[in-house]
């Protein structure tokens, strides 16, 4: 059993660029969360995918989009970069929605720095 | 609007000692509480977690206490090691909301040998 993947590890990017970052869920997960980490402060949820359809979406702008694949792996797309948006992007993978207690499994993230 | 306080920010333990981390939250409709664990360079790991159905759930040196009308809930690490430091997340999430998780700010915990 493989755990969740991230790539790329590290990514710079100047501002006004647009980003694709790529997760590989947990085997045998159907559903992906996004989360944007800032620098020294808890992860904020950005939004989640089951079954290839977006099912939440946390307070971030629509500028934030994402993709999620038949075999569950997703993308987290963000265009016209902000200096803001410098931070750690983790992907969580887990079984199903319906229940708050199904356990998310995270990623070792992709640090995006913004110049 | 922040729905998960932590505190404290920061957190020096002597080798042996008990570490507690609190956390509150605002939202009565979160039924699922778990703790994460995060060394540098690494997504946060699942430590514990409880439901409010109980008031205490321990897995080995580590023990949850949840206070359903206080709306808050605590991570004791008894006989803290070096190796437990790290920075600790409480979360909240709800059925009505998926399993989408809303994080505390966090408390970096270092151990003293």
């Known amino acids: 059993e493989t755990g969740v993947t991230q790539s790329p590890t590290h990514l710079i990017k100047t501002r006004g660029q647009q980003v694709t970052l790529r997760c590989s869920s947990q085997s045998g997960h159907n559903t992906v969360s996004w989360y944007q980490q800032a620098l020294g402060q808890g992860p904020q949820f950005i939004f989640q995918?089951?079954?290839?359809?977006?099912?939440g979406r946390g307070n971030f702008p629509p500028r934030f989009s994402g993709l999620q694949f038949p075999n569950y792996s997703s993308e987290l797309n963000v265009n016209a970069l902000e200096l803001d948006d410098s931070a750690l992007y983790l992907c969580a993978s887990s079984l199903g929605t319906s229940a708050s207690y199904n356990e998310q499994f995270f990623g070792p993230g992709t640090r995006l720095t913004v110049l | 609007q922040q729905q998960v306080k932590q505190s404290p920010q920061s957190l020096i333990v002597q080798k042996g000692g008990i570490s507690i981390i609190n956390c509150a939250y605002e939202n009565t409709a979160f039924d699922y509480f778990p703790w994460y664990q995060q060394f540098p360079g690494k997504g946060p790991a699942l430590l514990i977690a409880?439901?409010?159905?109980?008031s205490e759930k321990k897995e080995g040196r580590f023990t949850i206490s949840f206070n359903k009308s206080a709306k808050q809930f605590s991570l004791h690490i008894m006989d803290s090691q070096p190796g437990d430091s790290a920075t600790y997340f409480c979360a909240a999430s709800g059925s009505n909301a998926g399993n989408m998780l809303t994080f505390g700010g966090g408390t970096r915990l270092m151990v003293k040998p």
């Open positions: 995918y089951y079954r290839e359809e977006e099912n």
């Open positions: 409880i439901r409010p159905d109980v």
